[in-house]
């Protein structure tokens, strides 16, 4: 077995509320079992869950990381605005013009998303969660395939586009321009690894693919603090 993305990770000021937002507008579960922050399960093939940890660490621009919500209708779509915007969510202008087909959207706490049009090809076997669509290089979506064992599944004009073999999401890379990383990102990936395997041997692992570790010991938690290629956050589960 591979290691597993276990978790997208939020960091919130108020993580129960932005937990309750993301809650209604997906439609999944909240558990109480993680220790550190607020979590919420899937209700469908998505394969990871999504964590808000409280940090009062200011934004720094427009986050690396955004969802692409799917439609199967105009309707649909109209609608998932409307409940995104019924529970707190906000419009938000980030240069896309007036005649665009998708939303742009933001949360409570100003983390942007999309409201996808329906008849996207690109998206068109995916869930509800049609893609975490991420600002990076070639290089980190190749890392990120090797890492996590998801077969690429776009590679071309230096764009890259990743899915588990299980299903769920896709996880793209839109090439260069790279934006330049001005802080600490506010959502990051947590890792599993094999539950019967060694943390440390795959620390090293991620190492030997350009990862590297950028911590002396471990987080609370018994997580270890790594940055990808890229130099994006990251954590592997280490207990």
């Known amino acids: 077995m591979t290691t597993t993305l276990h978790a997208l990770c939020f960091d ?3 993580p129960p509320a932005l937990a309750r937002f993301w809650a209604g507008v997906l439609a999944w579960d909240t558990t109480d079992d993680s220790p550190d922050g607020v979590d919420l399960l899937p209700r469908d093939d ?10 009062d660490e200011q934004r720094s621009g427009q986050n690396q990381i955004h969802f692409d919500l799917t439609s199967t209708s105009l309707d649909d779509q ?17 240069g896309q013009g007036p005649d665009a087909e998708h939303v742009v959207l933001a949360d409570p706490e100003g983390n942007e998303f999309c409201v996808i049009e329906p008849g996207n090809n690109f998206l068109a076997d995916c869930g509800f969660i049609g893609a975490l669509s991420c ?3 070639q290089a980190v979506g190749y890392f990120w395939s090797e890492a996590l064992g998801w077969p690429l599944v776009w590679d071309q004009d230096q764009e890259t586009a990743i899915r ?7 996880v793209t890379w839109g090439g260069p321009p790279v934006a330049p990383k ?27 693919l350009g990862a590297r570790r950028i911590d002396s010991g471990h987080l609370g ?19």
């Open 12 to 14: 919130a000021y108020d």
């Open 46 to 55: 998505t394969g990871f869950r999504l964590r808000f940890v409280a940090s």
């Open 78 to 94: 109209q609608a998932t605005v409307a409940r995104a915007l019924r529970l707190g969510g906000s419009h938000l202008d980030i």
């Open 135 to 137: 600002d990076g290089s």
């Open 164 to 170: 588990s073999p299980h299903g769920g999401p896709k």
């Open 182 to 208: 001005t802080g600490k990102n506010r959502l990051h990936f947590d890792l599993a690894p094999p539950a019967d395997g060694d943390p440390q041997a795959e620390v090293a692992r991620l190492v030997a």
């Open 221 to 239: 938690g018994g997580r270890v603090l790594m940055a990808d290629p890229d130099g994006n956050e990251f954590c592997v589960l280490a207990q």
